[in-house]
T-cell receptor, first 113, second 116 residues
Framework: GQQVMQIPQYQHVQEGEDFTTYCNSSTTLSNIQWYKQRPGGHPVFLIQLVKSGEVKKQKRLTFQFGEAKKNSSLHITATQTTDVGTYFCAGSRAAGNTGKLIFGQGTTLQVKP | ETGVTQTPRHLVMGMTNKKSLKCEQHLGHNAMYWYKQSAKKPLELMFVYSLEERVENNSVPSRFSPECPNSSHLFLHLHTLQPEDSALYLC???????????????FGPGTRLTVL
C-alpha cells in the first residue's frame, strides 16, 4: 500500500540553528499537507502544497513539493524554542482519492536554548 | 481552539468494559475522521465519514464501532478492548473529502485511552 516515509525521526538542534525534515512517498501524490503537534497537543494544520515544484514560505518556515510530487521538505531557519514539537507530512494519492490522508511517522524537533 | 471537541479527554477502562468516545465539530464540515495515534506508529486512519455515510473502514477490528448520527457528531464505541489498543484517539473534520485532493483537517484534542 501507499507509504509516506519521513526522516529524521528525531532532531536536536541548538537554538538559532536550521532544521529540515524530509518526506518521501512511494506513490505520486495529489497534494501534501504539513502539520505540527506540540508536546501533549494535537496536530495543527500548517500548509498545503498542490503544484509540482511548489515552494511556500511562512515566516521562518519554507515548504517544498518535489517536481515529481513524490517528496516534500520543511525547512526552519534559525530555530526558536517555540518550534519544539513533532512535524508530520501527510499526502493523498493522485489516483482514486477517497479522502484518505497518509501520515508520515513525524519528525520530533527539540531545541536547546 | 480548532472548533472540534472530544470527550472524555482521558479514559481508563478494563478489557470487559464498554465505553464510547464522542466528537463534535462546530465548523459546518461535511467529513469526519477517527485516527489512532500510538507511541511507536504514525497517525493511523481508522474511519472516514462523509455526510454521515462511512466511506472508509481501514481494516479496523470490530471491537471499534463508529457511529455518525449527523454531520456534526461522531462516536467511537469501544468494547472488549485489548491493552495494545491504548493510544490517543483523535477526531478530525474537514469541509469535504475534496475533489482529487484532501481538504485541510482540523483535529480535536484527542482522548487518551488506557486499557488495563
Amino acid at each position: 500500500g501507499q507509504q509516506v516515509m519521513q526522516i529524521p525521526q528525531y532532531q536536536h538542534v541548538q537554538e538559532g540553528e536550521d532544521f529540515t525534515t524530509y518526506c518521501n512517498s512511494s506513490t505520486t501524490l495529489s497534494n501534501i499537507q504539513w502539520y505540527k503537534q506540540r508536546p501533549g497537543g494535537h496536530p495543527v494544520f500548517l500548509i498545503q502544497l498542490v503544484k509540482s515544484g511548489e515552494v511556500k514560505k511562512q515566516k521562518r518556515l519554507t515548504f517544498q513539493f518535489g517536481e515529481a510530487k513524490k517528496n516534500s521538505s520543511l525547512h526552519i531557519t534559525a530555530t526558536q524554542t517555540t518550534d519544539v514539537g513533532t512535524y508530520f507530512c501527510a499526502g493523498s494519492r493522485a489516483a482514486g482519492n477517497t479522502g484518505k490522508l497518509i501520515f508520515g511517522q513525524g519528525t520530533t524537533l527539540q531545541v536547546k536554548p | 481552539e480548532t472548533g472540534v471537541t472530544q470527550t472524555p479527554r482521558h479514559l481508563v477502562m478494563g478489557m470487559t468494559n464498554k465505553k464510547s468516545l464522542k466528537c463534535e465539530q462546530h465548523l459546518g464540515h461535511n467529513a469526519m475522521y477517527w485516527y489512532k495515534q500510538s507511541a511507536k506508529k504514525p497517525l493511523e486512519l481508522m474511519f472516514v465519514y462523509s455526510l454521515e455515510e462511512r466511506v472508509e473502514n481501514n481494516s479496523v477490528p470490530s471491537r471499534f464501532s463508529p457511529e455518525c448520527p449527523n454531520s456534526s457528531h461522531l462516536f467511537l464505541h469501544l468494547h472488549t478492548l485489548q491493552p495494545e489498543d491504548s493510544a490517543l484517539y483523535l477526531c478530525a473534520s474537514s469541509q469535504d473529502l475534496g475533489r482529487g485532493w484532501t481538504d485541510t483537517q482540523y483535529f480535536g484534542p484527542g482522548t487518551r485511552l488506557t486499557v488495563l
